[in-house]
T-cell receptor, first 113, second 113 residues
């Protein structure tokens, strides 16, 4: 079946540090890929997306590139802020699987001042 | 600000009570979803409505009863819930059931006494 694997957290960083969250997927086909962010006490917000190989999604200083050869969609940010503390979910949608959203386990990020 | 509005934000109910969760979106989306999220876990799909018709029920117990009165509204009727049903219930919508991103509300935090 289809699945998404993320690095386990928590990831603890200092402000202005570089953030990378690894995400790899298994899918029988060519999924669309997403990163969602969940701030404490809130729902999920779409952070960025990519729908085909080599697409780069970007938003709020975050970037991720759809790498078909490594089946990866790693999230990066060059300089994190305390306000980036949240849980980040990598996810995929595959038409052949009924267009259901498949999530990774989530990675908690804590940015300290 | 989220474009998917859920009410109430918090709900405490006994196991014999009947209550309803409500979700509203005004983005013209024709697909709406209910998810259940336990602490430190990703959301789990419960139901999918496409053009106001139930298209997916992920083997959810009958004590959860969804309803889609029109294209903007989605309800989840609750009856005779169990303590293990305590969770964050998230509503989401998308243009259609497709590879388009889903937009989430902030959820209803449900506690069963």
């Amino acid at each position: 079946g289809n699945s998404v694997t993320q690095m386990e957290g928590p990831v603890t960083l200092s402000e202005e540090a570089f953030l990378t969250i690894n995400c790899t997927y298994t899918a029988t086909g060519y999924p669309s890929l997403f990163w969602y962010v969940q701030y404490p006490g809130e729902g999920l917000q779409l952070l960025l997306k990519a729908t085909k190989a080599d697409d780069k999604g970007s938003n709020k200083g975050f970037e991720a590139t759809y790498r078909k050869e490594t089946t990866s969609f790693h999230l990066e940010k060059g300089s994190v802020q305390v306000s980036d503390s949240a849980v980040y979910f990598c996810a995929l949608i595959l038409q052949a699987a009924g267009n259901k959203l498949t999530f990774g386990g989530g990675t908690r990020v804590l940015v300290k001042p | 600000d989220t474009e998917v509005t859920q009410t109430p934000k918090h709900l405490v109910m006994g196991m014999t009570n009947k209550k309803s969760l409500k979700c509203e979106q005004h983005m013209g989306h024709r697909a709406m979803y209910w998810y259940k999220q336990k602490a430190k876990k990703p959301p789990e799909l419960m139901f999918v409505y496409s053009y106001e018709k139930l298209s997916i029920n992920e083997s959810v117990p009958s004590r959860f009863s969804p309803e889609c009165p029109n294209s903007s509204l989605l309800n989840l009727h609750l009856h005779a819930l169990q303590p293990e049903d305590s969770a964050l219930y998230l509503c989401a919508s998308s243009q259609q059931v497709s590879n388009q991103p889903q937009h989430f509300g902030d959820g209803t935090r449900l506690s069963i006494l």
